[in-house]
């Protein structure tokens, strides 16, 4: 039968302006949360990473923040540029190998 | 140092055919991930080999199986394929040090698409 493609959040912002991409997970027993990037036609490229045992984490123009409480991940892009334009995917991973759960992603556009 | 690479990029195949795609890893590392990635289910992971060893599983049936060799590359294979089995089919390594998770880097993926 026809397939139903995933209706993707889109978040769109002005160049310049700080980009808030959020997730929800709902593994409370995950230990470690990776952000990653697609771009059309490639891979996922890695973004930055956080452990449970922490609730922020800085890199670079990159900031992500982790509630545990309430099971929520959000991405922050200082200064988006329009080399951001992507598909933002959040991907949890509990104990035991590398076997990473996917959120359904955010098609960020930034506009000039 | 290279990235993750994987062959062939595109694959066209027939109904009932089966398939192999392989993958490289990233020099070192150890563990080799795979992800099938549809517009209808978003990104599922297949399987993960570490050190010639499955050490996990997705919800995907048997026709889908993979292996790791001694060099860290993989194969997974996909038989008696199906409409439904044209996807992107991603491969992801990861270094693994000290044991702990680490990042895990995709190469640019297979497209197969079933006819």
């Known amino acids: 039968g026809e397939s139903v493609g995933l209706h993707l959040p889109t978040l769109s912002v002005q160049e310049g302006d700080n980009s808030i991409i959020n997730c929800a997970y709902s593994?409370?027993?995950?230990?470690?949360f990776i952000w990653y990037k697609q771009e059309s036609g490639k891979g996922p490229q890695f973004i930055i990473d956080?452990?449970?045992?922490?609730d922020k984490r800085q890199g670079q123009r990159v900031t992500v923040l982790l509630n545990k409480t309430v099971k929520h991940l959000s991405l922050q892009i200082a200064a988006t540029q329009p080399g951001d334009s992507a598909v933002y995917f959040c991907a949890d991973c509990t104990g035991g190998g590398n076997k990473l759960t996917f959120g359904t992603g955010t098609q960020l556009k930034v506009e000039l | 140092k290279a990235g993750v690479t994987q062959t062939p990029r595109y694959l066209i195949k027939t109904r009932g055919q089966q398939v192999t795609l392989s993958c490289s890893p990233i020099s070192g590392h150890r563990s080799v991930s795979w992800y099938q990635q549809t517009p209808g289910q978003g990104l599922q992971f297949l399987f993960e080999?570490?050190?010639?060893?499955?050490?996990n599983k997705g919800n995907f049936p048997g026709r889908f199986s993979g292996r790791q060799f001694s060099n860290s590359r993989s194969e997974m294979n996909v038989s008696t394929l199906e409409l439904g089995d044209s996807a992107l089919y991603l491969c992801?390594?990861?270094?693994?040090?000290?044991?702990?998770?680490?990042?895990?880097?995709f190469g640019p993926g297979t497209r197969l698409t079933v006819t």
């Open positions: 593994n409370s027993a995950s230990d470690y």
């Open positions: 080999y570490f050190s010639e060893t499955q050490r």
């Open positions: 956080i452990r449970s045992n922490m």
């Open positions: 992801a390594s990861s270094l693994e040090p000290q044991g702990e998770l680490g990042e895990q880097y």
